[in-house]
């Protein structure tokens, strides 16, 4: 990912220029090894040289700008940035000499005069405080542009809601026009019937392709079961269907109603299909649920490096959490092949059609649970870390068990029911509770509010 960096400059002189010089070449080599693509812009110290540093970072297609004052600048061009640059801006805040034996730099107080500024104006900035090349500036400062990139492709994201949410599941209807306001997310309706029609349409042999990939994952089949041409080939076009939408209609997360007009109309389930598109990095959730499909858009952009998916919340005591779905789990996270419980193909639970996939979630990693929802006109975000367990018993299906340290489980459930939370979690590999509630705290044009959190990062 790109990212602009601007130096803003002096026009008359003042504090230490060598101390300057200094951290803007310790800021470039920082970012020059950092894992974005850095645009290097200035000195900047007047509006002109901003607008034109701020064009140059548009065509650029650079999805975040951070600011920084190795000397103080000028104060009056933080309004310029807002009125110029509508995604998310970075203010990193850089020390003062500790040799100098005057004020060196006034970095923190430019950046303050800046932040405060541009909050009392509706649009905070995300702050990065700290020494370049210093490991814990390292990690603030990426954690901070991976935030700051999130919002900015969740406020332009585009999501596809084929069909509606599954029957008497109200508590995950999308209002379209309530998700623009809040997170900027379109949204692009797709009918059932048109689905089908896309899944209708794939030739023979486009089918057999797919369907090779699909063998080749050499997923194995439970016992007593068996499929016929017909459940690989519908399978296969699914997958084909939902990836052909993806791209036509430049989709970045898509929630599908999978039952029950799909697997009556078919007589054969998604979840195979699903859990292959999930793996292969498409931001899907299963019966309709926008945001759903938007919690694993989010994860991503997060920096999670394997495909995260919705569960629904099963049971619980006040230390754990049982997840389970029908079977469309992303492959990588579940325990790996060779297990126990490794995936394996098999039927629905309910009504033994084909095909979903059975596994447990891989045991003993670190692991966040999180819904983002619509509740009295604003969006909500609950969080929960954990690390994943043995479950106590099987369950057709894919399950989980995680174990919550501090406990609060109980109390958390009830809080979340009346807030309105839906029954699905996203499910993502590693601990990001302090990245979703900097997204949620900073996100434009809307922040959200963060209602719920249990859990601590230590392991059990």
């Known amino acids: 990912m790109s990212i602009a960096v601007f130096f803003i400059g002096r026009k008359r002189p003042g504090f230490d220029p060598d101390w300057g010089a200094f951290l803007e070449r310790e800021i470039r080599l920082q970012l020059q090894q950092s894992p974005f693509e850095p645009l290097f812009f200035g000195p900047i110290a007047d509006e002109t040289v901003l607008k034109k540093s701020i064009a140059a970072a548009q065509q650029s297609c650079?999805?975040?700008?951070?600011?920084?004052?190795?000397?103080?600048?000028?104060?009056?061009?933080?309004?310029?940035?807002?009125?110029?640059?509508?995604?998310?801006?970075?203010?990193w805040a850089t020390p003062e000499n500790p040799d100098n034996p005057k004020v060196s730099a006034c970095g923190l107080v430019g950046a303050h005069n800046w932040a405060s500024g541009m909050s009392q104006a509706g649009s905070p900035p995300l702050l990065a405080i700290g020494l370049p090349n210093n490991p814990k500036t390292v990690a603030i400062l990426n954690e901070t542009v991976c935030i700051a990139v999130t919002s900015k492709r969740l406020r332009h994201a585009r999501i596809g809601l084929i069909g509606d949410h599954a029957p008497g599941f109200l508590n995950m209807s999308v209002d379209a026009a309530a998700q623009q306001q809040f997170l900027g997310s379109r949204l692009k309706r797709i009918g059932l019937h048109e689905f089908c029609t896309i899944v209708?349409?794939?030739?023979?042999?486009e089918v057999a392709e797919d369907r090779k990939k699909t063998e080749s994952l050499a997923l194995p089949i439970r016992s007593g079961v068996t499929f016929n041409d017909d459940v690989w080939d519908i399978s296969s076009r699914y997958y084909l269907?939902?990836?052909q939408l993806v791209e036509e209609e430049s989709l970045d997360a898509?929630?599908?109603?999978?039952?029950?007009e799909?697997?009556?109309?078919?007589?054969?389930?998604?979840?195979?299909?699903?859990?292959?598109?999930?793996?292969?990095?498409?931001?899907?959730?299963?019966?309709?649920?926008?945001?759903?499909?938007?919690?694993?858009?989010i994860a991503r952009s997060l920096g999670s490096e394997f495909a995260a998916f919705n569960s629904d919340w099963l049971e619980h005591d006040d230390e754990s959490i049982t997840l389970w779905h029908a079977g469309a789990t992303p492959f990588e996270i579940c325990e790996p092949a060779g297990s126990p419980h490794a995936p394996t193909l098999s039927v629905h639970f309910n009504s033994d059609k084909p095909v979903v996939v059975e596994s447990h979630l891989q045991y003993n990693?670190?692991?966040?649970?999180?819904?983002?929802?619509?509740?009295?006109?604003?969006?909500?975000?609950?969080?929960?870390?954990?690390?994943?367990?043995?479950?106590?018993?099987?369950?057709?299906?894919?399950?989980?068990?995680?174990?919550?340290?501090?406990?609060?489980?109980?109390q958390f459930f009830l809080d979340a029911c009346y807030a309105?939370?839906?029954?699905?979690?996203?499910?993502?590999?590693g601990h990001f509770a302090s990245k979703l509630k900097r997204l949620a705290n900073h996100h434009q044009p809307k922040p959200i509010r963060v209602v719920l959190q249990i859990g601590r990062e230590e392991q059990k």
């Open 200 to 205: 209708r349409s794939f030739s023979e042999s």
């Open 365 to 410: 990693i670190p692991v966040t649970l999180f819904r983002l929802w619509r509740f009295r006109n604003e969006y909500y975000l609950a969080v929960c870390e954990g690390w994943t367990d043995v479950p106590t018993r099987t369950i057709a299906g894919c399950s989980g068990r995680v174990l919550v340290s501090g406990g609060g489980v109980e």
């Open 241 to 243: 269907a939902v990836k």
């Open 254 to 260: 898509v929630a599908l109603r999978c039952w029950p």
């Open 420 to 429: 309105g939370m839906p029954h699905h979690v996203t499910v993502l590999k």
């Open 62 to 91: 650079a999805e975040a700008i951070i600011v920084t004052q190795p000397t103080m600048g000028d104060g009056n061009l933080f309004p310029v940035l807002l009125s110029e640059w509508d995604s998310p801006v970075i203010i």
């Open 262 to 297: 799909l697997p009556n109309e078919f007589g054969v389930w998604s979840y195979l299909s699903v859990a292959r598109l999930a793996s292969d990095g498409i931001n899907i959730c299963e019966e309709g649920d926008v945001d759903g499909a938007i919690g694993c858009l």
